[in-house]
């Protein structure tokens, strides 16, 4: 068996992208969100109003434009979003592990949802093996290259993925590399993007919890 997953990141509060999103959802089984909804710690009210009419189950992990905390402030209202952050859940028998922000600590200044290496190993050491690993910064040296070619992931992210081995890993942050998808050990990591990237996900790949 197959289910089939609808992933993005990083909409920013593009309108257009998320009622995109919503009528994508409708073909998918599980939606997942990588973080950045807003701007700049703004903007994320009106921007979940609009992916609140996601019917389907949906898990998000903040990004580096909104907290954790105000992440579940605005989805207080979708029953149907789980939002992770150095936290997991079982949907339909598939695991999920999730932690959001930005990893390693960004150049943005005080508006920027941020933690360390060590913070995020911190939050990802109760990450179980093989569940679909959520992560709103990419893994250090895959999808990860700025536009001059820079490497700017997480060594903890690409840390866990080798010790954990989670069948998928979704992902965002870092714009230029949107859309990307490369392997590392056994898994595969996408950098989904705002425009929304299907993904058939065999059952057998996630273990239940």
């Known amino acids: ?22 009528a994508q959802s409708e073909t998918a089984d599980i939606v997942i969100g990588a973080g950045d909804f807003g701007n700049l ?6 921007t979940i109003a609009i992916l609140k009419a996601i019917k389907k189950p949906t898990v998000i992990v903040p990004g580096n434009a909104e907290s954790f905390e105000e992440l579940v402030a605005a989805c207080r209202d979708w029953p149907e979003a789980t939002i992770l952050h150095g936290s997991g859940t079982t949907v339909n028998s598939i695991r999920f592990y999730g932690i959001g922000g930005g990893i390693p600590v960004t150049p943005f200044g005080s508006w920027s949802y941020d933690f360390s290496e060590d913070e995020a ?5 109760d990450c179980p093996e093989r569940a679909v690993l959520v992560t709103h910064s ?3 040296g895959a999808v990860d290259a700025s536009s001059t070619g820079r490497s700017l992931g997480s060594a903890a992210v690409r840390e866990t993925i080798l010790a954990k081995k989670p069948p998928l890993v979704v992902c965002g942050h870092i714009h230029e590399s949107a859309g990307q998808q490369a392997v590392i050990g056994a898994s595969t990591v996408i950098n989904a993007g705002p425009t929304g990237i299907l993904w058939e996900l065999p059952t057998g790949k996630a273990f239940a919890g």
């Open 1 to 22: 068996m197959q289910t089939k997953l609808l992933l993005f990141s990083d909409v920013h509060a593009h309108e257009d992208r998320c009622r995109d999103l919503v």
């Open 41 to 46: 710690r703004m903007q994320l009210d009106s």
């Open 121 to 125: 190993r911190a939050l990802l050491a």
């Open 138 to 140: 990419p893994p250090k």
